[in-house]
């Protein structure tokens, strides 16, 4: 492990430590989506740092989060069978799981990269969710997705516009935790705006 990356998971784990009332400056969005996986998926604070440390990509963390609190497995468990070279979905199903955990109520067609998902599940029957065939790709998106909704209580399509305009899950959290700009339940396709004060004229609006 690099020396940076050593100092960034030094920095994370001592962020995740301070009471929510703290100014953590540029951490915030990253610790909001660590939060989240703590408080809706039971992931301690200290293991996610350890799997961090371990390698474990970001965005996979809403799917080990997942996975664990579903199936009652710890995380290594499940790092375990993806180092013999598992799929996400090959996981879920040997842990006695199947696709229908990943499953985000969404009205329409999101496009993608949720689009593809939706669509097996719109034009498979309930009763035949288990033949449905996702990718790792497909499942980390659903999974960040599914966290986000559960969490923030916000409409998916919310979540959905967010990432289409090319904000990273991380980002994502910290503006539905309200420190990127958008307040938590802020409605579908509404941000807050700030607006030019009376004392700075011609100051241009956005």
């Known amino acids: 492990m690099t020396p940076v990356r050593k100092l ?3 920095i994370i784990a001592a962020a ?4 929510a009332v703290a100014d953590l400056g540029p951490l915030e969005p990253i610790a909001d989506l660590h939060r989240a996986v703590h408080e809706s998926l039971g992931l301690p604070e200290p293991l996610i740092v350890r799997l961090l440390e371990q390698g474990l990509p970001e965005e ?3 799917v080990v989060g997942l996975l664990s609190a579903r199936a009652a497995v710890a995380p290594d468990r499940i790092l375990g069978l993806r180092a013999e070279g598992l799929s996400f979905l090959d996981i879920s199903i040997r842990l006695g799981l199947g696709p229908e955990i990943f499953y985000v109520p969404i009205p329409a067609d999101p496009g993608p990269p949720y689009g593809k998902a939706w669509g097996y599940y719109r034009k498979t029957p309930r ?3 288990s033949t449905i065939v996702l990718s790792d790709r497909e ?3 659903l999974a960040n997705l599914k966290l986000c909704v559960d969490h923030y209580h916000v409409a998916p399509e919310r979540v959905i516009e967010l990432h289409r305009s090319g904000r990273g899950y991380a980002t994502i959290h910290g503006e539905l935790a309200g420190h990127g700009g958008t307040a938590k339940g802020t409605p ?3 941000s807050k705006e ?3 004060k009376p004392d700075k004229p011609g100051k241009p609006t956005r």
């Open 139 to 141: 499942i980390v998106d």
């Open 60 to 62: 996979q963390l809403p």
């Open 8 to 10: 960034t998971l030094a």
């Open 188 to 190: 579908p396709g509404k």
């Open 194 to 196: 700030k607006k030019p």
């Open 16 to 19: 995740l430590a301070v009471p």
């Open 127 to 129: 009763e035949r969710w």
